[in-house]
């Protein structure tokens, strides 16, 4: 097993994954891994990675520009007590651990704004984008994508570079994106073996990373905005918002940046 950005040898050998199906480029991991859990519903612990992701997705409409260098990657896992309504959690598990692996290459604090975007220094460093099939429910794409080797400036249009933030432009150097993606799968695996127990305490650790929480925000949902104080999340994955002195649960919307 070859790739030219990653060791997947070692990669094979070193996380939980049954298979790695690699590519050297792709329009979007979550895309591919979509259609091959439609072909084979019973696939679990299967990585889908690609060295240059060229037409990634976000949340909603939103489009994931991603260069060479970034780290962009689909797993395949199956939940045999995942229900519906619990994917927000599983969408705020990944955030955590996701930014405990990127917390042990630099000093800043990695952040976490909802429902899936990981930040650092104000500025967007990757998110997460979780979506089932049909073929099989308890089965999600777990679709992650980080700036992590890929020069902001060089590779992302100028009204989004302007928002975003690439490790090596925030720690001077390339990272080795094989140790860094075994150290994420590792806690990954880790919380979703919680969550699967219901033994994990996804609040109190997503909130200690919350980028907002104490904070006042400007809060849309549609055509509505609210102005409010975070209060972190709770444990069905909603976002807590005090408004007029009543702190309300949001299960859809978006905190507005400055």
């Known amino acids: 097993m070859t790739g030219s950005a990653f060791d997947l040898l070692k990669l094979q050998q070193d996380t939980f994954l049954e298979s ?16 091959l859990i439609n072909s084979a519903p019973a696939l679990d612990n299967v990585l889908i990675l690609t060295a240059e992701q060229t037409a990634g ?11 060479q260098g ?20 599983l969408g705020l598990a990944t ?5 405990e692996a990127l917390q042990e290459l630099t000093p800043a604090a990695i952040q976490l704004k909802w429902p899936n975007d990981i930040f650092v220094e104000g500025k967007k460093l990757g998110g997460v984008l979780i979506e ?11 679709g992650i994508g980080l700036n992590i080797n890929n020069s902001i400036q060089d590779h992302l249009p100028e009204n989004v570079a ?66 409010a104080t975070c209060h972190g999340v709770q444990a069905d994955g909603a976002l807590l918002l005090k408004i007029d002195g009543e702190i309300r649960p949001f299960y859809s919307g978006s905190i507005a940046l400055p």
Not at 70 to 84: C, E, K, P, Q, V
């Open 95 to 99: 955030g955590i651990g996701v930014a």
């Open 132 to 142: 089932t099939t049909q073929a099989a429910p308890q089965t999600p794409v777990i």
């Open 20 to 35: 790695i199906e690699y590519f050297e480029q792709l329009e979007s991991t979550n895309t591919a891994a979509s259609r």
């Open 162 to 227: 302007a928002s975003s933030i690439s490790l090596i432009d925030l720690i001077g150097k390339t990272s080795n994106l094989t140790e860094l993606l075994i150290g994420l799968l590792s806690r990954l695996n880790n919380f979703y073996k919680q969550l699967n127990a219901k033994t994990a305490d996804i609040p109190a650790n997503w909130n200690v990373r919350c980028m907002f929480n104490g904070s006042k925000v400007d809060f849309v949902q549609g055509e509505m905005r609210y102005q």
């Open 57 to 67: 997705r976000g949340q909603g409409n939103h489009k994931w520009y991603a260069g």
């Open 70 to 89: 970034a780290l962009t990657f689909s797993l395949i896992r199956h939940f045999s007590n995942l229900r519906g309504n619990e994917l927000a959690t």
